[in-house]
């Protein structure tokens, strides 16, 4: 019975000490996300919902992804008068990143979603909506 046990703990020992890894991790995305994206600040250039151009709802507003580990954290949108706070996500191999902000001001509607990137060419960055032929774009630019 003790051999059993200490079997048992062992292999207890060997699981909970091994270091797990993703194996979708992708170290040189990492380090490009990190480097350029994350804790810098962001502008939107163009926002534009089928026919309807947005841009001006969001003039004044900066943007910061903060880091929490690189696929998750908090948001900070701020402008002269006002920060707000929301948060992202994105997956494992930084197709999608998924943006929450609250509701107030009504503005952060249009921003609160799943989006893909179409073009990471910095300092610009381009979003559509994650699973939607929609004609919707989303722009914006690392300060």
Known sequence: MKGICLIILSFLLVCTSCK????????????????????????????????????????GYVFVLLKTDLYHGPLKAT????????????????????????????EFSFLSREWRFTSKNLPTLKLAPWGSSDPIQLNMQIQ
């Open 20 to 59: 797990k890894t993703n194996p979708n991790n992708n170290p040189l995305l990492e380090q490009y996300f990190e480097t350029n994206i994350l804790n810098r600040n962001i502008i939107v250039t163009l926002a534009k919902d089928n026919t309807t151009d947005l841009t001006a709802d969001y003039n």
């Open 79 to 106: 402008n002269d008068t006002s920060i707000y706070e929301g948060s992202w996500s994105c997956n494992s191999d930084y197709s999608k990143i998924t943006i929450i902000l609250p509701d107030p001001p009504s």
